[in-house]
């Protein structure tokens, strides 16, 4: 066995960090700095959206991916069907933002006995509906008691060739920083939920005022991994040089892109596209519409860099917009407003140790939502 | 979105079943009875150790595993260093059951903020310590709060050649049964630990009497997988023709050989190898000391079948025994006791939803324990 002086160490308080003070990539760094690569066939290992695995002619990607209830769904707004489609997509997404076709998924969940098999039932049928859209294989998992609560951890592969595989690390300076679809709208479907699901509690006889939203509350509820980006831009002859799923946000996402390239970028906030009905229920919310873009998450969509000498071939794909560029001065990420003024982009992050579930978008920026709901 | 009939229909709170009338065993059957295969690179999906994926000549195996604070592991005895280890280890030995090479794993954790970091640099030394020593490359993963306790969930890669691989269905009448090791120490390792911790309970001011059982403990607190046997078979001529690892309990796993393989077992009471020390405890707790072999678990030692041509090259390996043979009857599956008593082996599954942690391994034929403990 180790040597008992590990749990004495651990167990000095005196000397104890706590995991709020951290924060989650924090927490990541601190926790894999240590690790070692036995294998060749290991090209990429933490640190972007999958692994890449050396397989004979081909790569593996492999990505996992973990939703706990109270933290990232809950369901009194979220039926389970619609949870195990979110669960098996934001894996694909993964997969997606590594310009891989997503193939195999184990799918392992922790479940208290509250749920009746009936609601595994409808966990799965989400599950294979996503499955069965997407062409994922369910080759495994695990099924577990939990002392509280629902918690699903997803692992899926997929595979690409290797010079099709795309990093965070490929972006330099004078690429263009482009984006899939619109952004925001995830957030406001969420906080549409949040919203009624305060009014039930205050008054159980309400019926939820949910008609009228439904784009913001479907992209909350199922989103869709871009899966089909991979042909449009092959069939436009363009390799991105670098590229993400955007999960936590678009500041964070690309000042993920900014750190693993080591660029700079500068966004124009004019550019970034938001539903217009997103952006009008967001002004009623109080928030101002591009905070929900940069830092709502939960969009789904995909954040990639092209070269400059690609700009004719994408400006006019529809459902892609060039939204900045990459620069060569690592140390300035900064969006420019309509007005010309510079405003630093900051990593939004999520201390999931300090927020819960319907605090975990609202720190930062998004947090005037606290101070009153108009409507 | 789904149709909204979904959520109604699974809100019929007289047509629900608990998860605790099926079980585990009944609950996987249930939700993968509807898996589509949409991929002839899935060679084998659900139902094994690991799935099977062809990639180029060899084959990936792909498994996965959640251990949940309270239900798999207790933290009042269970050192954060060695469940990160052990749970490395047990899906290393997923791999080892399919006769494949372990590769690469994520590790994906849930945890409260109860814990400091510190702890969870110490399960990571755990974990990064059994990397090193199986040579296993840590990946990626993902970190979330949890709303209580610890959650763990790994899933792992192993390689083999096609010809290599061994399912759990490939035995055949007259085959060897055959176990590496020896049975039930892990068992009686759990229940000294549960002793002493209820002692702990009662007065905290004794210190645990756990000097003499290091055997027994460390089988239950830092398991190794036996990824051995691969070279040791492969190196006496030997291809087992079917291999399962003992996670569940030894009558567990030999069910699970015989349903998939289609065959009965005559498994001989006599021949399973249980250390003496362990023999004479299980006496002590007042339980038959077979009854930790067959129904203790999480000894991690491999269960296989081989050809009777093969006896002549098996029959001396160190550390091997052979305990039985299948036969062509498909409904006997039993053991047989030194004075000549057919006992059927049934199934022990493990009822997650009606046992806690302390009760998991003490329901069925291990009950005798609750009745008084002889020391």
Sequence with gaps: MFEKKDQKQAGKSSELTALSELGEFGLIDRLTKNIQRFHPETLKGVGDDA??????????????????????????????????????????????????????????????????????????????????????????????????GLLISVTITGTARPEEVIYRSGARSGDLLCV???????????????????????????????????????????????????????GAGIRPTAMIDISDGLASEILHLCKQSKTGCRLFEEKIPIDPQTRELALEYNIIPTLTALSGGEDYELLFTVSQSDYEKIKDI?????????????????????????????AQGWNAWTSGLADKRTSGPVDKRTSGQAD
């Excluded at 900045?324 to 405003?343: A, L, R, Y």
């Design 51 to 148: 692994a890449v695995i050396a397989t004979g002619d081909k790569v593996m990607l492999l990505s996992t991916d973990l939703l706990v209830e109270g933290i990232h769904f809950d369901l009194t707004y979220m039926p389970l069907k619609h949870l195990g489609y979110k669960a098996v997509v934001v894996n694909i997404s993964d997969i997606a933002a590594m310009n891989g076709i997503p193939l195999q998924m184990t799918v392992s969940i922790a479940v208290s006995s509250r749920f009746p098999v009936e609601a595994l039932d409808e966990l799965y049928s989400g599950i294979l509906t996503a499955c069965e859209k997407y062409h994922v294989d369910l080759v495994g998992g695990d099924t577990s008691s939990s002392v509280k």
């Design 180 to 234: 899939t679809g619109d952004l925001g709208s995830a957030y406001m479907g969420l906080l549409i939920l949040e919203r009624e699901k305060k009014v039930f509690q205050v008054n159980p006889a309400m019926q939820p005022e949910l008609s009228g939203f439904d784009y913001q509350i479907g992209r909350q509820l199922k989103p869709e991994a871009r899966t089909d980006i991979r042909n449009v831009l092959m």
């Design 318 to 346: 529809e459902g892609i917009t060039i939204i900045g560029h990459m620069t060569d001065n690592s140390g300035e990420k900064v969006m420019i407003t309509p007005d010309g003024k510079q405003v630093e982009l900051t």
